[in-house]
């Protein structure tokens, strides 16, 4: 048993996972994968038309394109939990796209949580991912550059692009050491994810803008933070003050098992002296008859009688 913030748990990975952000992210987004195309596949297995499993579940999920976009203002944070590719009109998994996007989530957001805490993983990812998403809408604004009606998009490119650019942006001149004698200078690495995420984007402007917002406010993030300016406090203070309504105080736990043994021992004690009573009654049936008994005693015995039916 391990114990963890005067709670025990029965794994010993829970004690890591609670400081590990990357690995909370990277869990998080693997959920939601399963959990939207295990949607989409089972719709599909029930018959429904493709246009129904689009309107109903992708459209609500990833980002639209602009003209849709002004009933569906949340997609700027939701379509980063949702890897998805439009292939001729259809969504598709993207499985190997969410796959490579874990890697490089891994390898910038351990970076990242090394180097400035874990606390600060998360709020960029999202806010390079809202950031990226209104850069996607904005983008659309431009003559030419809308995408064409019922093309939507979805992934975590954004947030992973703001991860890198943080993790470069304080460390520019770190290597990752591969063994004793190779290593990749931080350049190089970074260098490789910006061909891969151009190259998945297609260059079309408003991909490119979605990336380009994710990657801006990682580097915001961290010129802020350099200046004094945290912008993941108030998502910690705010979580924690649910986390506290939900979750019972030590103090107020006890209290509540003492009244639990309080009305138990009660409960126990009362039985018992029924038991006695009940005994007693008995005995004097067996010496002097049921007529003997005052009518109380009848009563005891038959709420005794009804008790054990």
Same mark, same amino acid.
């Given at each position: ?120 993983? @998360?709020?960029?990812? /999202?806010?390079?991912? =809202? $950031?990226?998403?209104? *850069?996607?809408?904005? #983008?659309? !604004? ?46 190089? @690495?970074?260098?490789? /994810?910006?061909?891969? =995420? $151009?190259?998945?984007? *297609?260059?079309?402007? #408003?991909? !490119? ?63 018992? #002296? ?36």
């Amino acid at each position: 048993m391990q114990r963890t913030h005067n709670k025990f748990s029965a794994s010993p990975f829970i004690r890591h996972f609670h400081n590990n952000a990357v690995l909370q992210l990277i869990m998080a987004l693997g959920a939601a994968f399963v959990i939207f195309h295990f949607t989409i596949n089972i719709m599909r297995v029930m018959q429904f038309a493709p246009k129904e499993i689009m309107d109903t579940v992708v459209s609500y999920s990833v980002l639209p394109p602009l003209a849709d976009f002004k009933y569906k203002i949340w997609s700027v944070f939701s379509y980063g939990l949702f890897h998805m590719r439009m292939i001729n009109g259809y969504p598709q998994m993207g499985f190997w796209a969410m796959f490579s996007n874990m890697l490089w989530l891994y390898c910038f957001g351990s970076l990242v949580q090394m180097l400035i805490g874990h606390r600060h993983v @998360v709020p960029m990812f /999202f806010y390079a991912v =809202i $950031l990226g998403g209104i *850069g996607y809408m904005t #983008a659309q !604004l431009v003559p030419n550059w809308e995408v064409p009606q019922g093309f939507y998009v979805g992934g975590a490119q954004a947030g992973i692009t703001g991860l890198a650019v943080a993790a470069f942006t304080v460390a520019p001149k770190y290597k990752f050491y591969l063994s004793d004698y190779f290593s990749l200078p931080m350049w190089l @690495v970074a260098g490789a /994810f910006t061909v891969l =995420i $151009l190259l998945y984007t *297609g260059f079309a402007p #408003a991909s !490119l803008a979605m990336v380009t917002g994710g990657g801006l406010m990682g580097f915001l993030y961290i010129t802020l933070l350099r200046r004094g300016y945290n912008l993941s406090d108030w998502l910690y203070r705010f979580f924690g003050k649910v986390n506290n309504s939900v979750t019972p105080k030590d103090d107020a736990y006890r209290k509540h098992a003492h009244r639990r043994s309080d009305v138990l021992r009660s409960a126990y004690q009362q039985q018992t #002296a029924d038991d006695q009573r009940v005994d007693e009654i008995l005995d004097k049936i067996n010496r002097k008859g049921y007529n003997s008994l005052s009518k109380e005693e009848k009563e005891i015995l038959l709420r005794a009688s009804k008790e054990n039916e």
